[in-house]
């Protein structure tokens, strides 16, 4: 059974940063790609970035590009966040996902398996 296990969320000031990580289990000899989403009290889930199976191909919404770098240690089945110059709109649970396959996916539809969540914060 796939489980996603989200950690390192919290509470920062702006300007400050957070590393997020993903830990996957499960996935016996399949390959899969990887994200990150958000969802904001009263607002739609928000694709944040995603990484290909291999590790080297990435993509980065508009809002974070720049200031979010999303990676993977596929030896470790974990993949992670790293949140710099935190703004209070960044404020949001982040979701863990991830799909079969080698290819970087965009949007929710296209990952079938989610961890729970986990809360960020950033105080002005």
């Known amino acids: 059974q796939v489980h996603l296990a989200e950690s390192g969320g919290g509470l920062v000031q702006a300007g400050g940063s957070l590393k997020l990580s993903c830990a996957a289990s499960?996935?016996?000899?399949?390959?899969?790609?990887m994200g990150w989403f958000r969802q904001a009290p009263g607002k739609e889930r928000e694709f944040v970035a995603a990484?290909?199976?291999?590790?080297?191909?990435?993509h980065y919404g508009d809002s974070v590009k720049g200031r979010f770098t999303i990676f993977r240690e596929k030896v470790k089945n974990t993949m992670y966040l790293q949140m710099n110059t935190l703004k209070p709109e960044d404020t949001a649970v982040y979701y863990c996902?991830?799909?079969?396959?080698?290819?970087?996916?965009?949007?929710?539809?296209?990952?079938?398996?989610w961890g729970q969540g986990i809360q960020v914060t950033v105080s002005s």
């Open positions: 996902s991830a799909t079969l396959g080698t290819r970087i996916r965009l949007t929710p539809e296209m990952y079938g398996f």
């Open positions: 499960g996935f016996t000899d399949s390959t899969y790609a």
């Open positions: 990484i290909n199976w291999a590790g080297d191909s990435t």
